[in-house]
């Protein structure tokens, strides 16, 4: 694996900065979640994907409530909340010649952003006491931790540790993980019992943190148990060993990590039944999703544990995502730049598997929402290896975050961008080129490209995507990197 990829200039931290923390993020944010409540209020659905191609494009698709993704674009309502109250210097309003905001616009910005927070998480809140799936973090931490981290609201809390048990009603002591799917049918395989299997994916890693978070308000060592043990598990049943970088290399870490994306247990025993993928290419090859899922999961559980396994094996997992990149085909780069001179862009932009054939040379099936949720764990690692004192890893993985947002945001953000306009001190929404509307940041996501799934769709805006990207943000505030 390379691990000399040149460090991150001013120019790449410059065009992250300036695309995160722009006026068309507020501006596109505020018009969907305006929209979307059209004959939707409250919400029974929620914002998923923006088609990129064919008749109906550059609108959200919206999804049922129920699915997965419901609670991700009440979180990016409340990441532009958090950068209201805590970052104000990052918070957009309006742009004026004289910089002169009116007070009466910014107390109609605020008080909208709240209100539309308020609407799309009402209906998330609800769902606090589901068993019947394993996503309650990604359903209920972005806009409810969220609240009440901003608030204090005691309801908020309440609806976590909920949620935190809920979740936790999932495991499966024999095989000592949480159960992630109760069925996954498809053209090969049809699975159903909830005697005879216990799937468990890889993106259940990412389900830990609100087990920790509730362990540590509720002062019960039974949920953190919980989750160190789905981990541990993990680390036995989804985990491949890759080969290792070649001598004389200037970092080498104790292994890299490929990933699995489906395991079926046997819940009485334990015993591993079968290997498999349902949105991956195939059974052993590198689903890029998969990879990420696993290096921010991991990365949070060592946050919580302080436990080396866990250190190295997002690590691992972190470098061989990066070796994927470095060492892709070379038809994932194209020429960019104006008259000035000319680069090479998309490399740090995942394929949407490492190890599926490239249909399209000209223009190789991506997918962006990978690469802003590896960054993010990236800079979870560079954090934690800055308070161990590796200063030399911590800014290399800092370095490849901020590589992978930058060039992300260089290849696949939208360029129908959108503008907020000061109407008597309230606020529209236009398009800055009339008639260019796409309602996501990022485009080239993919959110389901296996051959044998009955809903495979690919090359689009993705709302999960979107938050990942504002996501990395905020973390960089927080971090005070910015």
Same mark, same amino acid.
């Given at each position: 694996?390379?691990?000399?990829?040149?460090?991150?200039?001013?120019?790449?931290?410059?065009?992250?900065?300036?695309?995160?923390?722009?006026?068309?993020?507020?501006?596109?944010?505020?018009?969907?979640?305006?929209?979307?409540?059209?004959?939707?209020?409250?919400?029974?659905?929620?914002?998923?994907?923006?088609?990129?191609?064919?008749?109906?494009?550059?609108?959200?698709?919206?999804?049922?409530?129920?699915?997965?993704?419901?609670?991700?674009?009440?979180?990016?309502?409340?990441?532009?909340?958090?950068?209201?109250?805590?970052?104000?210097?990052?918070?957009?309003?309006?742009?004026?010649?004289?910089?002169?905001?009116?007070?009466?616009?910014?107390?109609?910005?605020?008080?909208?952003?709240?209100?539309?927070?308020?609407?799309?998480?009402?209906?998330?809140?609800?769902?606090?006491?589901?068993?019947?799936?394993?996503?309650?973090?990604?359903?209920?931490?972005?806009?409810?931790?969220?609240?009440?981290?901003?608030?204090?609201?005691?309801?908020?809390?309440?609806?976590?540790?909920?949620?935190?048990?809920?979740?936790?009603?999932?495991?499966?002591?024999?095989?000592?993980?949480?159960?992630?799917?109760?069925?996954?049918?498809?053209?090969?395989?049809?699975?159903?019992?909830?005697?005879?299997?216990?799937?468990?994916?890889?993106?259940?890693?990412?389900?830990?943190?609100?087990?920790?978070?509730?362990?540590?308000?509720?002062?019960?060592?039974?949920?953190?148990?919980?989750?160190?043990?789905?981990?541990?598990?993990?680390?036995?049943?989804?985990?491949?060993?890759?080969?290792?970088?070649?001598?004389?290399?200037?970092?080498?870490?104790?292994?890299?990590?490929?990933?699995?994306?489906?395991?079926?247990?046997?819940?009485?025993?334990?015993?591993?039944?079968?290997?498999?993928?349902?949105?991956?290419?195939?059974?052993?090859?590198?689903?890029?999703?998969?990879?990420?899922?696993?290096?921010?999961?991991?990365?949070?559980?060592?946050?919580?544990?302080?436990?080396?396994?866990?250190?190295?094996?997002?690590?691992?997992?972190?470098?061989?995502?990066?070796?994927?990149?470095?060492?892709?085909?070379?038809?994932?780069?194209?020429?960019?730049?104006?008259?000035?001179?000319?680069?090479?862009?998309?490399?740090?932009?995942?394929?949407?598997?490492?190890?599926?054939?490239?249909?399209?040379?000209?223009?190789?099936?991506?997918?962006?929402? /990978?690469?802003?949720?590896?960054?993010?764990?990236?800079?979870?690692?560079?954090?934690?290896?800055?308070?161990?004192?590796?200063?030399?890893?911590?800014?290399?993985?800092?370095?490849?975050?901020?590589?992978?947002?930058?060039?992300?945001?260089?290849?696949?953000?939208?360029?129908?961008?959108?503008?907020?306009?000061?109407?008597?001190?309230?606020?529209?929404?236009?398009?800055?080129?009339?008639?260019?509307?796409?309602? /996501?940041?990022?485009?080239?996501?993919?959110?389901?490209?296996?051959?044998?799934?009955?809903?495979?769709?690919?090359?689009?805006?993705?709302?999960?995507?979107?938050?990942?990207?504002?996501?990395?943000?905020?973390?960089?505030?927080?971090?005070?990197?910015?």
């Amino acid at each position: 694996m390379s691990s000399n990829t040149a460090p991150v200039d001013s120019v790449s931290l410059e065009s992250v900065v300036k695309e995160l923390f722009s006026e068309n993020v507020l501006a596109k944010v505020l018009r969907v979640a305006t929209d979307a409540l059209e004959n939707n209020n409250p919400p029974t659905v929620y914002p998923e994907f923006v088609p990129q191609h064919g008749n109906d494009t550059s609108r959200y698709v919206l999804r049922e409530k129920s699915f997965w993704t419901c609670g991700f674009f009440p979180g990016i309502l409340y990441l532009l909340r958090e950068r209201a109250v805590k970052y104000p210097q990052t918070f957009p309003y309006l742009h004026h010649e004289n910089d002169t905001i009116p007070p009466r616009t910014i107390t109609h910005l605020r008080s909208r952003l709240t209100s539309l927070s308020h609407a799309w998480t009402a209906p998330v809140q609800e769902m606090k006491t589901r068993t019947d799936t394993h996503d309650m973090a990604f359903i209920i931490q972005p806009s409810l931790r969220q609240d009440w981290e901003l608030t204090s609201n005691p309801e908020s809390l309440e609806t976590v540790l909920t949620a935190a048990h809920s979740l936790a009603s999932r495991f499966v002591p024999a095989a000592g993980a949480i159960r992630s799917w109760d069925t996954l049918r498809q053209a090969d395989v049809q699975i159903s019992s909830l005697t005879e299997d216990c799937l468990v994916i890889i993106d259940s890693m990412m389900n830990l943190d609100l087990l920790f978070y509730a362990s540590k308000h509720l002062s019960d060592p039974g949920l953190a148990g919980i989750a160190i043990t789905h981990a541990r598990t993990i680390m036995r049943s989804h985990l491949r060993h890759e080969t290792p970088q070649q001598p004389g290399q200037k970092y080498q870490p104790p292994a890299l990590f490929s990933t699995y994306h489906v395991v079926n247990f046997d819940p009485r025993t334990g015993a591993i039944k079968q290997r498999r993928t349902a949105q991956g290419y195939a059974a052993e090859s590198t689903w890029s999703r998969g990879q990420a899922w696993g290096i921010y999961g991991f990365a949070q559980t060592y946050s919580w544990t302080k436990e080396d396994g866990f250190l190295a094996t997002a690590c691992g997992l972190a470098d061989y995502f990066l070796h994927r990149l470095e060492t892709a085909p070379g038809c994932v780069e194209k020429r960019t730049g104006d008259g000035k001179g000319t680069r090479m862009v998309g490399r740090y932009v995942p394929l949407w598997d490492f190890d599926a054939p490239v249909e399209d040379e000209g223009s190789p099936l991506r997918d962006s929402s /990978a690469g802003v949720i590896a960054a993010n764990g990236l800079l979870i690692l560079s954090q934690s290896l800055t308070t161990l004192g590796d200063a030399g890893l911590a800014r290399r993985y800092l370095d490849a975050a901020v590589r992978i947002v930058s060039e992300t945001i260089e290849y696949s953000y939208s360029r129908e961008e959108a503008r907020l306009v000061d109407v008597g001190g309230e606020v529209r929404v236009d398009d800055v080129v009339e008639g260019q509307r796409f309602d /996501a940041l990022l485009k080239n996501a993919t959110a389901n490209h296996n051959a044998q799934d009955h809903h495979r769709y690919s090359d689009h805006g993705l709302v999960y995507a979107d938050y990942y990207l504002l996501e990395f943000g905020n973390r960089l505030l927080r971090m005070g990197l910015m």
